[in-house]
């Protein structure tokens, strides 16, 4: 068993590091208080091979591992979480759904830039009535000759008024409930294809999220993703995946609150001392730091579990609860730990609270999460 990341996955994290350090962090706040879209940064991204981190090389990708992956997720958000979710979402729901349940001729037209960041992708499963009741599908796909005629309306659609794909859930056939979910691969420069608003988010506020209509949209069915009745095991099989890359979004933000705080508390002196010298602020330092770790750990093993071709639902589930759970815990004590400070835009922690937020909720929320795996562990 081995514990350290190779050397590959070091230089990958230095240089994710250094992107975004040098790119990204000047920009972090004016784009999160004017919810900015990166698109400059989304181009660089590309360029650097992180929007196809596991795809292989023959469709475009830079055929890594989904540790990798995570490692490149995490060292995004570590920074600006916005950036982290835009790559997320491209290749974890995206690019692996089509890499996975995708035809070659699709493989080849639409996988191959959309993993090489010349096209960008989104998912789209959530509708206003269906969250965590994904099943409850109300937008349809009517079948007429060689095409499926979609209507019906969609929400949370992260990247969806960039994207230029996406993998869009429909109700092919109402009566057979779950069974009756199809998936398509919709060119948004289609015709009845339309963003109705771009929500106004408590946070990752650079990454936009729409709500998106369809109206007699007409999609060619040779787009369809996988057979008819297929789609929900592919939305479900795909989030599996997403989960480990919400998980390294996480941790990411997790990881930039804590250093925060850590710095804060060094060079920030009450009754004649660093903050942190008081056992009060250096147990929630402790704490932070330990829960970080486990974090990673869960995390990381999910991604090597799914690079071992082992069955990681449960793990993948245990990784997103548990590291959008501490996200959220270390960005709020983060804020604590800066008193009235940590309640300024001056500091950066306040975004990462507001950041931090999401991970328990898209996805697939906590209670979902728990779901998943007490279903798992009492399976049987
Ligand atoms: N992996 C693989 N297959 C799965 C699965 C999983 N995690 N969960 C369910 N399935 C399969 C089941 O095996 C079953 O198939 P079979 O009949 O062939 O065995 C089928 O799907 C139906 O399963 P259930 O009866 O369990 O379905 P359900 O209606 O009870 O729902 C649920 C299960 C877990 C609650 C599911 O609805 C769910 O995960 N909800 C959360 C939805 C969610 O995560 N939404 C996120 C929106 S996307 C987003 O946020 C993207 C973004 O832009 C960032």
Not at 201 to 225: E, N, T, W
């Amino acid at each position: 068993m081995e514990f350290q990341l190779n050397e590959d996955q070091q230089m990958l994290r230095d240089m994710v590091r250094q992107f975004v350090e040098k790119e990204a962090k000047p920009t972090v706040a004016e784009r999160d208080e004017q919810a900015i879209w990166p698109g400059a940064l989304v181009k660089q991204m590309g360029e650097l091979g992180l929007l196809g981190v596991a795809v292989s090389e023959e469709y475009g990708g830079a055929g890594l591992d989904y540790i990798s992956y995570a490692i490149v997720i995490e060292e995004l958000s570590r920074v600006d979480a916005s950036l982290g979710v835009i790559a997320s979402v491209n290749n974890s729901l995206v690019c692996y759904g089509i890499e996975k349940y995708g035809s070659e001729e699709q493989k080849r037209e639409l996988l191959t830039s959309l993993a090489a960041g010349r096209t960008l992708g989104a998912f789209s499963l959530s509708e206003p009535g269906a969250g965590s009741d994904a099943a409850a599908q109300r937008t349809t796909a009517v079948r007429d000759g060689d095409s499926y005629v979609i209507n019906g309306v969609k929400n949370w659609v992260t990247n969806g008024d960039h994207a230029d794909t996406i993998i869009l859930m429909t109700m092919t056939d109402p009566s057979k409930g779950v069974k009756g979910i199809t998936a398509f691969l919709v060119d948004t420069r289609e015709p009845g294809c339309r963003v109705v608003k771009v929500e106004n988010k408590l946070g990752i506020r650079s990454a936009h999220s729409s709500q998106m209509a369809y109206d007699d949209f007409r999609v060619p069915a040779s787009r369809r993703l996988g057979e008819e009745g297929q789609g929900f095991k592919i939305a479900m099989t795909i989030l599996n995946a997403g989960r480990i890359g919400i998980a390294a979004q996480a941790l990411g933000i997790a990881q930039g609150a804590y250093e925060e705080a850590l710095a804060y508390t060094k060079v920030r002196e009450q009754f004649g001392k660093p903050i942190h010298e008081f056992q009060a602020v250096g147990f929630t330092l402790a704490d932070m730091a330990t829960r970080i770790k486990a974090a990673r750990l869960l995390t990381y093993d999910a991604a090597w579990r799914k690079d071992q071709h082992l069955d990681y639902v449960k793990d993948a589930a245990m990784a997103k609860v548990f590291a959008s759970e501490t996200a959220m815990w270390t960005a709020t004590k983060a804020v604590q730990l800066h008193g009235s400070n940590g309640y300024s835009k001056e500091y950066p922690v306040e975004r990462y609270f507001r950041d931090a937020k999401i991970t328990e909720i898209y996805e697939g929320t906590s209670e979902i999460q728990r779901l998943v795996i007490s279903r798992e562990i009492t399976r049987d």
